[in-house]
């Protein structure tokens, strides 16, 4: 079987230091591959595609740079319509979270929950609980 890869687009270096920490923490077996704004996050998922290493699991922002997290997450989409992709967002229940949903986001993680929350989700997502 191969390993799993999970893709966070997030534009903050600290954010992204802390999803990795949870996430080796709670000894889960995932390639964690790293993008800093909407167009990296697009360019990784395409490269990853056209290697055979799809990504599992997105986990995107909303606010970033160059390209949001919506419009990554609809770039995303066209590609392969199979994605799986969650909001981890401080703006949980706005307009800007049911628009990552509308452009095909599966879940928003909302920020405020914490990093237990979040580790939790990804978990389920790949069937470790």
């Given at each position: 079987m191969s390993k799993k890869i999970?893709?966070?687009v997030e534009d903050?270096?600290?954010?992204?230091?802390?999803?990795?920490?949870?996430?080796?923490?709670?000894?889960?077996?995932?390639?964690?591959?790293?993008a800093f704004d909407g167009t990296e996050g697009v360019k990784i998922y395409r490269e990853l595609m056209k290697e055979g290493k799809k990504p599992d699991l997105v986990i995107m922002d909303l606010k970033l740079p160059v390209?949001?997290?919506?419009?990554a997450t609809k770039e995303i989409?066209?590609?392969?319509?199979?994605?799986?992709i969650y909001g981890f967002t401080a703006y949980f229940d706005t307009d800007m979270s049911r628009e990552l949903e509308r452009a095909g986001a599966k879940k928003i993680i909302p920020r405020h929950e914490g990093f237990t929350k979040f580790v939790d989700e990804i978990k389920k997502f790949f069937g470790y609980q």
């Open positions: 999970l893709l966070i903050e270096e600290d954010m992204q230091e802390l999803m990795k920490l949870y996430i080796q923490k709670a000894n889960l077996d995932i390639e964690i591959k790293q390209m949001d997290g919506v419009q989409m066209k590609m392969d319509p199979d994605a799986n």
